[in-house]
């Protein structure tokens, strides 16, 4: 299994719906942060819970934040957050959401990218 990822900057990917398993890859491919911009149940019951991915980020060693944002519209605050998040966690930072489009959109808002 690989990591369906889209690299948008040196210190930020983004990538689909990834699950527990995907985090030992993720570390693996070097990433040291996570960052889930996907509310939990959004994809239905097959979708996996933002804890369960969290233990599995947890115990690759990754850094995991959960930012669940509106797939149609990102707040300022989110915004404002998701930057804060690329300037604090330790790089690079490996985001996802369903298609990854939400992740790439909160980046191009919040760096001018």
Same mark, same amino acid.
């Given at each position: ?17 990834? #699950? ?16 889930? +911009? !996907?509310? #939990? ?16 980020? !947890? ?9 669940? @944002? +509106?797939?149609? @519209? ?6 404002? !957050? ?10 690079? @930072?490996?985001?996802?959401? !369903? ?8 980046f191009r ?5």
């Amino acid at each position: 299994m690989s990591l369906p990822i889209q690299q948008l900057s040196p210190d930020l990917c983004v990538a689909p719906q990834l #699950d527990p398993a995907a985090m030992q890859l993720a570390a693996e491919a070097g990433f040291k942060s996570v960052i889930n +911009n !996907r509310p #939990d149940h959004e994809g239905g019951a097959e979708q996996p819970t933002s804890a369960q991915i969290e233990a599995a980020a !947890r115990a690759a060693g990754l850094e995991y934040v959960h930012l669940p @944002v +509106n797939p149609s @519209v990102q707040t300022p605050e989110e915004i404002a !957050r998701f930057g804060e998040l690329l300037q604090t966690l330790p790089k690079p @930072v490996l985001a996802f959401c !369903r298609s990854g489009g939400r992740c790439t959109r909160l980046f191009r808002a919040a760096t001018g990218g």
